[in-house]
């Protein structure tokens, strides 16, 4: 053997010497080292697993990241779309978005509602033609609120408060300024300002029941005046009563009818069901002015009591369905029939009047739906007595009228036209037969444009002005004068 042979054997043998000292120096029991064994291999498990439920979140995470991006993707599309189209594109959801919102922030039963007129007018009342710009000639302009609320069973609270306005000037007030009749300069009209009457057209609350009707107190419409107005003429129902020679901006001044009336009860019952089916009625008192002193008061010449404006008012109203000419069901036939007894509101001892004089009168209306075309037919009869007023205002203190009319829709296109004719019995003879005719067309629901022409052919002491919804066309220049006028309008209910 030789020497580095030998020298690596000695070498190998001090190692193997070395390490069997080391481990007897350190002894370990087979139980800990079997004990130790578990703990990795648990440990390796626990790790195991750990890793599984951090791969399963990673996922997890990665396809809500892609269901983000996904949803960032159709976002940044619709945006991109919606700047390159034009801007009358969205303007009819637009149009349509504010209602829900506004509605949303009243309290539960209010709601708003409004009806918008504006027009352009040449008219011509003795003074040469004028153009004009109104606020009222398919129907007056109005903002509302109407509120109910249930308290038990079918029993509800009901209320409204309507203002009137003019939206050419921004007025608020009721009906056309000026008295029909009167001589004066003026070439057109507007709204009256009624001070700080602003709910100039109604203002009620009261309480309604199917079963029993509605009760209501405040400032109202008589059943005359809604009989006329819902019944009595073709541009009834969803225009109001306006547009050029309509009958119910005149016949309502026979016999002082009255349209609306403060301080009154108003009680209106359901439409009746068996014997009586189709039937309804409104009955209204009115305490009128309500003054508290019993003696007259004259202050100017205009004396006043405390039943100034007092009296009643009662309207009977029928409707059935029937068969047009073409076979459909159609409206068919609506009647109605009023009569009243109110107090004068004043009276005036410079035109020798003792006292308040009685206004009384009675009417009597219908129309017939035959599908194509619609009919229909009024009447009206009234009179003043007592106080000396025949001898002295005088004022249509025996007077009747009628008017026959006619409304013909064809799709989206309507044309109507009425003929009214006033008889005043009294010493002033101021007699006047009124015409007019009226193309409207439905742009979109409760939206119209229209077109509208009407004359007064006044008789030799009459001066009657020709009005529309909610303006005066000036008061004629002379008696004897045929006002007459053409407007061009935009009417829309929300």
Do not use: C
């Amino acid at each position: 053997m030789n020497q580095s042979r030998m020298k690596r054997t000695r070498i190998a043998a001090v190692a193997l010497l070395g390490a069997l000292g080391v481990a007897s120096a350190l002894p370990i029991p087979a139980q800990a080292a079997a004990t130790k064994g578990k703990a990795l291999k648990s440990a390796t498990s626990e790790i195991a697993a750990l890793k599984r439920e951090l791969a399963e979140q990673r996922a997890l995470i990665d396809k809500l990241l892609a269901a983000q991006n996904s949803q960032k993707a159709t976002i940044d599309k619709i945006e991109t779309r919606t700047a390159q189209a034009p801007a009358e594109v969205p303007a009819p959801a637009v149009a349509q978005t504010p209602a829900p919102a506004a509605s949303a922030t009243l309290p539960k039963g209010l709601s708003w509602y409004a009806t918008l007129d504006v027009n352009a007018a040449s008219t011509d009342s003795g003074y040469g033609r004028k153009f004009t710009v109104g606020s009222g000639g398919m129907s007056a302009t109005s903002i509302g609120l109407k509120g109910q609320k249930e308290v038990m069973g079918t029993l509800s609270v009901i209320g409204e408060v309507e203002i009137g306005a003019d939206l050419s000037t921004g007025v608020a007030g009721n009906g056309p300024s000026g008295t029909i009749g009167d001589n004066t300069t003026f070439s057109s009209g507007g709204l009256t300002g009624t001070g700080n009457q602003i709910f100039s057209r109604q203002a009620y609350a009261g309480l309604a029941s199917d079963t029993f009707g509605k009760l209501t107190l405040g400032r109202q419409y008589t059943g005359s005046y809604l009989a006329i107005a819902v019944e009595g003429t073709p541009d009834a129902g969803p225009w109001g009563t306006g547009l050029y020679g309509n009958a119910g901006l005149y016949l309502p001044n026979i016999g002082g009818m009255p349209t609306r009336v403060n301080n009154s009860i108003v009680y209106r019952t359901p439409a009746f069901e068996g014997f009586l089916k189709g039937f309804s009625a409104h009955a209204t008192y009115t305490a009128g002015s309500e003054n508290n002193d019993e003696i007259a008061k004259v202050n100017g010449g205009i004396g006043i009591t405390d039943s100034s404006g007092e009296g009643y008012d009662l309207a009977l109203f029928y409707r059935r369905k029937g068969l047009g000419l073409n076979g459909q069901t159609t409206d068919g036939l609506a009647v109605a029939a009023s009569t009243w007894i109110v107090k004068n509101g004043s009276y005036n001892t410079n035109l020798h009047e003792t006292g308040l004089a009685t206004k009384r009168g009675w009417q009597a209306m219908a129309n017939y739906d035959f599908g194509y075309f619609k009919l229909y037919g009024l009447y009206v009869s009234g009179w003043y007595a007592g106080g000396n007023y025949a001898n002295g205002t005088g004022t249509l203190s025996d007077a009747d009228g009628w008017s026959a009319g006619v409304k013909v829709p064809f799709g989206d296109h309507t044309i109507m036209t009425s003929f009214t004719k006033l008889d005043d019995k009294s010493y002033w003879d101021r007699d006047a037969s009124i015409f007019g005719i009226t193309y409207a067309y439905k742009l979109v629901s409760a939206t119209w444009v229209y077109a509208s022409w009407g004359t007064v052919f006044n008789g030799s002491k009459g001066a009657y002005s020709l009005l529309s919804g909610g303006d005066m066309v000036g008061a004629v220049a002379k008696p004897g004068y045929n006002p007459d006028g053409l407007m061009l309008g935009l009417l829309a209910r929300f």
